[in-house]
């Protein structure tokens, strides 16, 4: 079997990459990748080429490709609200190409990247997957729109099946030390930013004022080597599946400041932070409901909130 990746050279894509018995073809225009994928990835056959129609249609003539793994596309919440046009046009027309590729070459089956954001604000957590969405930025509309997408052409193409995982916050690295989060630019998800804050970089955190224990946002995160391990369980049963969608998280949140002692009690180290405001739109509380994939699958999390801590830190420090 060969699948074919695009975002393969991202944090998610190369860890996926990195795991996959199965050959694999990454499409990625590192955009936001600066990872030296001969060295790390060598067994990959990499397309340097942004995910349009006619890049994505000579791959499919020249490999056999079985699956598509599709998590090409921007990710920054703040990015999409100052550029809400670029997320559209990037997320949404590149993600309609590739299925309208995979429909020409009859391939049928497809994994998508989605994420908890879909859930907005409003819903109580436990989140389950039958939930409504709501679109509180324009980066969380794209995963919402392109799910849709997803879900007509499963509906309208006999042969055609996948499943979107929404994603909980995905943290830490692959043990070797060989893989990371390792933008372009500067980070903005949270366990980068507390890595950065050990060396010198204070770190904010966004409101002390939340109803949780104690006051800082409450989230679900997932250790990045499950998340990968999870796309492995959903290419071995995508057969019995035409469409559906899973939450993909630990199961049990843990507020900011207990993320940052963890972190420090893991790996002896002191974070540099202090409380700012509020962010707007930010849920005080958000946490998933994994009793579908675990049910489904017979499949959980083996990673903890100090390993993943310990994973993140020990693939950072040298570098
Ligand atoms: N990391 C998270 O916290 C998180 C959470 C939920 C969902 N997701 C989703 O998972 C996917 C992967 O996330 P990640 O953390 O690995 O991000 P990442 O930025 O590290 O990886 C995405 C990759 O896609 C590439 N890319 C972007 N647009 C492209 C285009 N038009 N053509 C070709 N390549 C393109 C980038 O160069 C990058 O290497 C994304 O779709 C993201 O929205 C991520």
Redesign the pocket.
């Known amino acids: 079997m060969t699948i074919l990746i695009?975002?393969?050279?991202?944090?998610?894509?190369?860890h996926i990459s990195k795991i996959a018995n199965e050959k694999v073809v990454i499409?990625?225009?590192?955009?936001?990748?600066q990872?030296n994928y001969k060295k790390k990835l060598p067994n990959a056959e990499v397309f340097i080429?942004?995910?349009?129609y006619k890049n994505v249609c000579k791959i499919f003539k020249n490999y056999n490709i079985d699956t598509v793994i599709?998590?090409?596309?921007?990710?920054s919440v703040n990015d999409s609200i100052i550029s809400p046009l670029e997320y559209y046009s990037?997320?949404i027309i590149?993600s309609v190409e590739l299925l309208q590729a995979m429909i020409k070459f009859k391939i049928n089956k497809l994994i998508f990247?989605?994420?908890?954001?879909v859930y907005g604000n409003k819903n109580k957590s436990p989140l389950k997957e039958d939930f409504l969405t709501q679109s509180i930025n324009p980066?969380g509309h794209t995963?919402i729109i392109i799910e849709d997408i997803i879900q007509n052409c499963c509906a309208s193409y006999s042969n055609f099946s996948a499943i979107s995982l929404?994603?909980?916050?995905?943290?830490g690295a692959h043990s070797d030390g060989s893989l990371g989060?390792?933008?372009?630019g500067r980070p903005l998800?949270l366990m980068p930013l507390i890595v950065d804050s050990v060396f010198g970089k204070k770190l904010t955190v966004f409101g002390n004022d939340y109803p949780t224990a104690d006051g800082t946002c409450l989230r679900d995160y997932i250790h990045v080597m499950d998340l990968a391990e999870a796309h492995l369980i959903c290419l071995k049963n995508l057969n019995n599946i035409k469409y559906d969608t899973f939450n993909v998280g630990l199961g049990m949140g843990i507020s900011v400041l207990e993320l940052i002692k963890t972190f420090e009690n893991a790996n002896k180290v002191k974070v540099n932070f202090e409380f700012g405001e509020r962010r707007l739109g930010d849920a005080a509380i958000s946490y998933a409901d994994t009793s579908k994939f675990k049910n489904r699958f017979n499949w959980s999390p083996k990673y903890n909130y100090k390993s993943m801590c310990r994973d993140s830190w020990s693939q950072n420090k040298n570098n």
């Open positions: 695009t975002g393969g050279l991202g944090y998610i894509g190369s499409i990625d225009n590192q955009s936001n990748s990872l080429e942004d995910l349009k599709h998590l090409a596309g921007l990710k990037n997320n590149s990247s989605s994420s908890a954001t980066y995963k929404r994603y909980f916050n995905p943290i989060d390792r933008p372009k998800n």
